[in-house]
Nanobody, 124 residues
Framework: QVQLVESGGGLVQAGGSLRLSCAAS????????MAWFRQAPGKEREFVAA????????YYAGPVKGRFTISRDNAKNTVYLQMNSLKPEDTAVYYC?????????????????WGQGTQVTVSS
């Protein structure tokens, strides 16, 4: 059974940086793409960034473009999210997700494996 485990969340001041990691475990792990989503209190889960597993093509949501960078290490089955110039509005629980089939890369419904989430809090 495949599991995704996130790490790297925490409390940071506005303008600071954090790096999230998501490690996939399980003998049968195979993914076409992995992504980060986030959910703030009282809001719906929203797409943040995604990367295709084979070609490494990256996708970003508008609010994070130019500040966040998604990357992957295929040998370690790990995806990262480097977050720079953090803002209070980036505060949310960040979820890692993996997609084994096709579908919109920015839609949560396309992803069939999810991590437990890691809290990111940005103070002003």
């Amino acid at each position: 059974q495949v599991q995704l485990v996130e790490s790297g969340g925490g409390l940071v001041q506005a303008g600071g940086s954090l790096r999230l990691s998501c490690a996939a475990s399980g003998r049968s792990f195979s993914s076409s793409a992995m992504a980060w989503f986030r959910q703030a209190p009282g809001k719906e889960r929203e797409f943040v960034a995604a990367i295709t597993w084979s070609a490494g093509v990256r996708y970003y949501a508008g609010p994070v473009k130019g500040r966040f960078t998604i990357s992957r290490d295929n040998a370690k089955n790990t995806v990262y999210l480097q977050m720079n110039s953090l803002k209070p509005e980036d505060t949310a629980v960040y979820y890692c997700a993996a997609r084994s089939t096709t579908g919109s890369i920015t839609q949560a419904l396309s992803y069939d494996i999810w991590g437990q989430g890691t809290q990111v809090t940005v103070s002003s």
